[in-house]
């Protein structure tokens, strides 16, 4: 019996540093609507800004002040972020704020090392809780015991923040309608800023708590974000209450989880929050989103095909495209290839993202099931490369179906994170089944036939299957389903009247997509020879995020470009450097802050402005009143 | 849009580069190697290791390169991604025009290269990583590799652990393909020589991301003798907090993998646990001729003390560059049958490439864990060759694929 | 009159959240051709009554002969496609499409073609679309981007995109609401001759009196979700108990309250 308790102390203990990061998160999603990736880049300075200060002052004044201290530093880095970076980008499309805080985080992993070395480091352990206290015989860490005790502590501060000050009061209406604080006449700007350093704070509050606990190393941020968003979500967002249940929740489902099923550790908070979801599709304690309301002014520009000169260009320019073994190397074409293979899978997530309006932060699962699915037809059953080509991206169907179908119940940041969810859950179904999938060790051998073998017929193939898809996709879109989509997108009340069945229609597109990305994976397969848990990971799904989102939410053609320029400054900064994160996260930083509507968005403003200058248009901005 | 346009343009520009620097193939008075290893990912391990090869490089061509040619490294980030691991491949062949590939730490990331050498008649010599199925299930003719196996330090660390008294033992891994394959190798060479123990509780934590406490706990209530432990870096960390904390290691015997290797023995510091038995590098206790010329060069390089990665990287390019002289050649097929049972002086001592299935017979150091001056070290350590704690040619003939 | 057929017909309709009454026992009828406007003071029930009548609402009891087929419990869309045509207090339009486009996913739907992946919207019902937009006074703007339409626009363009089922009856829940008094009168004038041309049935609410007395063939008061009083707009502005409750000083307030809140 002692044992169970304990166990569950220490499963309290663990919730204590999760809940912290979590409320964090929360209050900033909450007030600011950003999907802010980078909180644990904060939580990670946190714990190394704390490591330096603690090392350097010693005592218990040291301890307890370096930590502090560390996090109230940090929570100015947080602000300067705010005020320099994110202030920009507010009125940005929804999401385009997780693009920077996300090439922030590739910096931060950089820098950190640069900073404070490649090595762990081990921190002291905090001055008065280095023992344990018996407990009918099992030891229970002291330091445990002062977080069990933190953690509520924490949580009535934040109470009664919320609860009995003005700025608590202002901050739980933002929560509630962005808008209405603004019209109350609030400086929403100072309100953001501070909403956003508390939130940093706590992060790297979090980060430094764990000092004498684990050692401090430049991975943590990515150990922990996702984690975090989970619970975050699984809580309800926005809620603090929520979080802290969710964290303990989680904690505890894992203490005791591992005791019967020792493995369920890797997919546990997964496996939670997909069931919450289905369930309470707003979280434990979380409130029905109000319907988005889209930014009046933003997307006045509706899309138009190809006019028949652009399509001409097209065609020269896939045709010019297509010239390139003429004069380039092997590794050129391999590398043509992979940034084809890129935009289709790029172009899978615009269908779904743009003219859908679903994000998916899981879409490398239906990448991932393609590939796997040519890698278990080509292998396993040993058919040929046309047939698995074909067939294997039906698993990626399959899954985008059945996933797909509980995915498009929700919207938002629900359905971002249920499909994040589903992803891990097939991750962890690949890297776990090492008996059919290989396990982290994968499938090896799934190279292509003679034929397309060689860099040049492979890439031939690779840029006639993309411009395919492309196509097919944009004549989708300006088809009557997509138009249906996009009704549904704009507006579900709307759609719902004129006789859209608007989950029907998402269902549909989230399949189409799904099938779309397993295409993807298929060649990618074939382009590797090899399939790795990897290509259903998370950080492809975040890649394919950052492609439609550097591109252009908001336009049709976006996708393409933006898989085109990350992938081929990816591939490019990994060979040329060894700080490429640090390279390539400063370089999404600028192109956010350049291009706030992506790199075709902010083309198509400028070309839109000059076409209005040039022929005078009437059309004064001065007519936008109302957009709905 | 024009967005087919732009494709082209946009694939034109990212492979002009590329383009290039192929065609630039000057006269051959240089030997080059293509190097690739995880340095963004886990540079706590690759920073020494490329310190390593970097000393390597240099004795090498101040001792007049290979057969007169100069050698070159041109090393590759793979940022802890197969695919990405390939792409490097890829241009190191296709571009670089490169005599062979080497290096790589991650067992994935291994396999994926070594495949990659398969189907491209590349020749490999793979450095860190660690999964038998390198040579062994998925082995092929094309990929060498110099680090003792998974198998070969489960064998040595058997050897001690199967003389404890310790009847009742459990396990705590990384939830991946080397944590999961340690363990089975472990569990099935000791059973062999004491069927008499139990296993009675197996943890799991995923892999950098254990959540110590409870697991330490789970542990604990299994009441174990002995505790197999696979896990290393950040999560080790946290384990031996948690573990010296709640008192889990008292009056229990430890084996450890690679925990006496100063890459992860170091961080430990002071909290460093007593009496474990590991596999490592001792560096500051290994007084041979071969080890101190190479403590000495280092050290007066870099005025840093080796970890084992250094040892490796360093160990790579002298292979590779032996291997290169004795073939004089950079056919894979001529650089394959000079590899076959060559033998070379290492800081180790004398290492040879078995023919019957491409491992080296790098050994490593079995000792004890121990607190000295506030840091951990390794004590009462032996040098075990890697060629005694290999499966008989017979058993090897089984595990490897036809070819 | 008896000749002409009945297009909705609703019996004891009763709605109630947490124990207060939003609608009940509400009865009524309507026919084509005839301009039926539902009136009270806010909170009398008659949102929750137009969202029941429009299957986004699940009444507690009582019946909905909507063209002759019981509709309770039917989603919106699947009224929609019996032939009901809907306008919202808040306009719900596709933002980002033109005006054209906008009336065409109507008619895409209208004609069954959602799942049509091939095809070009652009050219599909070209003219009927260009039709309805002319009947509504908003031909000239087809090209533009709705987004960047004034907000009485928006309401025409709402009239258009309802029009395009070839509905037998409209369902317009404040249509003029955030409208320019002159605005009012237009849509309402256009309202009205179009029902009377196609023998549409209109049910709609309003706050503003001019429009219901102008336009309304009969009014129907809610007071406290029940119905209090119903019949041609001299029998309801004679009716005491609806000047008393309702048309007091209420009226003006509630007016300008409302054109602050719906822009």
Redesign the interface.
């Known amino acids: 019996m002692a044992?169970y308790f304990?166990?569950f102390l220490?499963?309290l203990?663990?919730a204590a540093s999760l809940f912290l990061v979590a409320s964090g998160l929360s209050i900033i999603f909450g007030v600011t609507r950003i999907v802010n990736f980078a909180h644990g880049a904060f939580y990670m300075l946190g714990a190394y800004v704390a490591f330096t200060l603690t090392e350097r002052f010693s005592g218990a004044l040291g301890f307890w002040g370096g930590i502090v201290v560390a996090a109230l530093i940090v929570a100015i880095i947080g602000v300067l972020v705010e005020m320099v970076l994110l202030r920009r980008i507010y009125h940005a499309p929804e999401l385009f704020q997780l693009l920077a805080t996300f090439g922030l985080t590739l910096m931060v992993?950089?820098i950190v090392?640069m900073i404070w070395g490649?090595?762990?480091?081990?921190g002291r352990r905090a001055p008065g809780f280095?023992?344990?206290v018996d407990f009918f015989g099992?030891?229970?860490?002291s330091?445990?015991l002062f977080l069990i005790a933190l953690c509520p502590i924490v949580l009535g501060i934040l109470w009664l923040l919320f609860q009995r000050t003005r700025w608590g009061v202002l901050v739980r209406a933002a929560t509630q309608d962005r808008d209405m604080v603004a019209a109350l006449g609030v400086n929403q700007k100072w309100l953001f800023t501070s909403v956003f350093a508390l939130g940093v704070f706590l992060a790297a509050l979090g980060g430094a708590l764990q000092i004498?606990?684990?050692?401090v190393?430049?991975?943590l941020d990515l150990?922990i974000i996702v984690?975090v968003f989970v619970v975050v979500v699984i809580g309800g967002l926005g809620s603090i209450i929520g979080a802290f249940v969710a964290a303990v929740l989680v904690?505890e489902l894992?203490?005791f989880g591992?005791?019967i099923f020792?493995?369920i550790?890797?997919i546990l908070v997964f496996l939670v929050m997909a069931v919450v979801l289905i369930v309470r599709p707003w979280g434990l304690f979380g409130k029905p989103e109000a319907a988005a309301r889209?930014t009046?002014?933003l997307?006045?520009?509706?899309?138009r095909?190809?006019t028949s000169g652009?399509r001409l260009?097209?065609?020269?320019?896939?045709?010019?495209?297509a010239m390139?073994p003429l004069?380039?190397?092997?590794?050129?074409?391999?590398?043509?290839s992979?940034?084809?293979i890129f935009?289709i899978f790029a172009a899978s997530l615009h269908f779904l993202m743009s003219v859908g309006g679903l994000a998916s932060f899981g879409h490398a699962a239906y990448f991932g099931l393609g590939a796997y699915g040519v890698a278990f037809l080509a292998k396993a059953a040993g058919l040929p490369m046309i047939v698995s080509l074909l067939l294997g991206p039906v698993l990626g169907l399959l899954g985008a179906a059945i996933f797909g179908f509980f995915a498009v119940q929700l919207s938002g940041v629900y359905f971002a994170m249920l499909t994040l969810a589903f992803a891990q859950i097939v991750w962890s179904i690949a890297?776990?089944w090492?008996e059919v999938t290989g396990?982290?060790?994968?499938i090896?051998?799934v190279?292509p036939e003679r034929w397309a073998a060689s860099?040049a017929n492979f890439y031939w193939l690779s840029l006639g299957i993309t411009?395919l898809v492309?196509t097919v996709l944009r004549?989708?879109v300006?088809?009557?389903?997509?138009?249906?989509l996009?009704?549904t997108r704009?507006?579900p009340?709307?759609?719902?009247?004129?006789?859209?069945?608007g989950k029907r229609?998402q269902w549909?597109a989230f399949v189409i997509s799904g099938t779309v990305a397993g295409i993807g994976g298929a060649l990618?397969a074939y382009l590797?020879?090899?399939v790795?848990p990897?290509?259903v990971g998370i950080?492809l799904s975040v890649d394919a995020l950052v492609m439609v989102l550097l591109g252009g939410v908001?336009?049709?053609?976006g996708a393409?470009?933006g898989a085109?320029?990350f992938k081929?400054a990816n591939?490019?900064l990994?060979?040329q450097?060894?700080?490429?994160?640090l390279v390539l996260g400063g370089f999404i930083v600028l192109m956010v802050v350049a291009f706030p509507k992506g790199i075709?968005g902010t083309l198509?403003t400028i070309r839109n402005r000059r076409r209005s200058a040039d022929t005078k248009s009437a059309?004064a901005t001065s007519?936008?009143?109302?957009?709905? | 849009m024009r967005r087919r346009h732009l494709l082209g343009a946009g694939l034109a520009i990212a492979v002009a580069g590329m383009a290039g620097s192929a065609m630039a193939q000057s006269e051959i008075k240089e030997i080059k190697i293509g190097e690739i290893n995880s340095y963004s990912l886990l540079p706590a391990f690759t920073e020494p290791y490329r310190k390593g090869w970097q000393l390597a490089v240099e004795e090498i061509n101040a001792a007049g390169g290979i057969n007169g040619k100069k050698l070159v490294v041109i090393s590759k980030d793979d940022g802890g991604k197969p695919a990405d691991a390939q792409t490097a491949a890829n241009e190191l062949v296709s571009s670089e025009n490169v005599a062979m590939l080497a290096g790589t730490f991650l067992s994935n990331i291994g396999l994926a290269v070594s495949d990659f050498a398969n189907q491209k008649k590349v020749f490999f010599l793979a450095a860190e990583p660690l999964t038998d199925a390198i040579t062994w299930s998925k082995g092929n003719r094309y990929t060498f590799r110099l680090r003792p196996s998974n198998y070969m330090q489960a064998a040595m660390l058997v050897e001690e652990a199967a003389k404890l008294p310790a009847k009742r033992w459990a396990t705590i891994a990384p939830n991946y393909e080397y944590g999961q394959s340690a363990v089975a190798v472990f569990k099935k060479l000791m059973s062999e020589k004491r069927p008499d123990i139990q296993w009675v509780d197996e943890q799991w934590p995923p892999q950098g991301k254990i959540d110590a406490g409870p697991v330490v706990q789970a542990v604990a209530a299994a009441n174990p003798e002995a505790i197999l432990n696979v896990t290393f870096g950040a999560d080790l960390v946290k384990l031996v907090r948690e573990g010296n904390t709640r008192g889990l290691f008292k009056g229990r015997s430890v084996v450890s993998f690679l925990t006496g290797e100063p890459e992860y023995l170091d961080p430990l510091k002071d909290e460093t646990p007593e009496g474990w038995i590991v596999t490592g590098y001792p560096w500051y206790d290994i007084k041979t001729p071969d080890h101190d010329k190479f403590l000495k060069a280092y050290q007066a390089k870099y005025n840093d003390y080796p970890r084992l990665g250094s040892i490796v990287g360093y160990q790579t390019i002298k292979a590779a560059a032996a291997i290169l002289a004795k073939a004089n050649s950079t056919d894979p097929e001529k650089l394959i049958a000079a590899t076959e049972g060559l033998s070379m002086p290492s800081p180790f001592g004398e290492i040879t490439f078995r023919k019957i299935d491409h491992q080296s017979t790098l050994g490593a150091y079995v000792g004890k864990t121990a607190l000295k001056d506030g840091k951990g070290v390794m004590v009462n350590s032996v040098y075990r060759k890697g060629a005694d704690y290999l499966p008989s040619d017979a058993e090897v003939e089984k595990l490897r694929p036809k070819q | 009159m008896s000749m002409v057929p009945t297009l909705l017909k609703v019996e004891g309709l009763s709605k109630s959240y947490g124990g207060v009454h939003a609608v009940r026992s509400v009865s009524f009828e309507l026919r084509a051709g005839e301009i039926l406007a539902l009136i009270g003071p806010n909170g009398a029930g008659k949102s929750t009554c137009f969202d029941m009548l429009n299957g986004q609402n699940m009444p507690d009891s009582g019946r909905i002969h909507l063209l002759g087929e019981d509709t309770v419990g039917r989603k919106p869309r699947a009224i929609w496609r019996l032939g009901v045509g809907r306008t919202f207090q808040i306009t719900a339009t596709f933002p980002t499409m033109t005006v054209r486009e906008n009336v065409q996913v109507a008619l895409v739907s209208y004609g069954r073609q959602l799942f049509n992946f091939w095809g070009s919207t652009a050219a599909y019902a070209r003219e009927e679309a260009g039709r309805l937009l002319d009947l509504v006074g908003m031909g000239a703007y087809a090209e533009r981007p709705c987004g960047e339409l004034a907000y009485g626009d928006l309401k025409r363009l709402e009239l258009a995109i309802a029009l395009a089922n070839q509905p037998r009856l409209l369902l317009m829940d404040e249509p003029t609401a955030g409208m320019a008094p002159r605005e009012r009168i237009e849509l309402m004038r256009l309202t009205a001759s179009i029902a009377r041309e196609q023998s549409i049935g209109v049910l709609f609410t309003e706050h503003d009196m001019d429009v219901v007395f102008e336009h309304a063939d009969r009014i129907l008061v809610l007071n406290r979700g029940s119905l209090i009083a119903e019949g041609s707009p001299e029998e309801v502005r004679g009716n005491p108990q609806v000047r008393a409750i309702y048309l007091g000083e209420g009226l003006v307030y509630d007016a300008r309250h409302r054109e602050g809140a719906g822009a």
Do not use: C
């Not at chain 1, 004069?327 to 074409?333: P, R, T």
């Not at chain 1, 300006?478 to 249906?484: I, K, T």
């Not at chain 1, 009340?493 to 069945?501: T, V, W």
């Not at chain 1, 450097?577 to 994160?581: C, N, R």
């Open positions: 044992f304990v166990q220490t499963g203990a663990s992993q950089d090392v490649p090595d762990d480091l081990l280095k023992g344990a099992q030891n229970i860490p330091y445990d004498p606990r684990d050692a190393h430049h991975a150990r984690e904690s894992n203490a591992i005791l020792p493995k550790s890797i889209r009046p002014g997307t006045v520009t509706p899309w095909p190809l652009e260009m097209s065609l020269g320019a896939l045709v010019l495209a390139m004069f380039a190397g092997n590794y050129a074409l391999t590398v043509g992979e940034i084809a935009v890297f776990q090492v396990g982290d060790n994968g090896l051998g190279w860099p411009a492309v004549v989708m300006f088809s009557p389903f997509g138009f249906a996009r009704a704009d507006s009340l709307r759609s719902e009247a004129i006789g859209i069945n229609v549909t990618f590797k020879g090899s790795f990897d290509s950080s908001e336009t049709v053609s393409v470009i085109i320029v081929a591939i490019w990994v060979s450097t060894d700080l490429s994160k075709v198509e059309l007519r936008i009143e109302v957009a709905e």
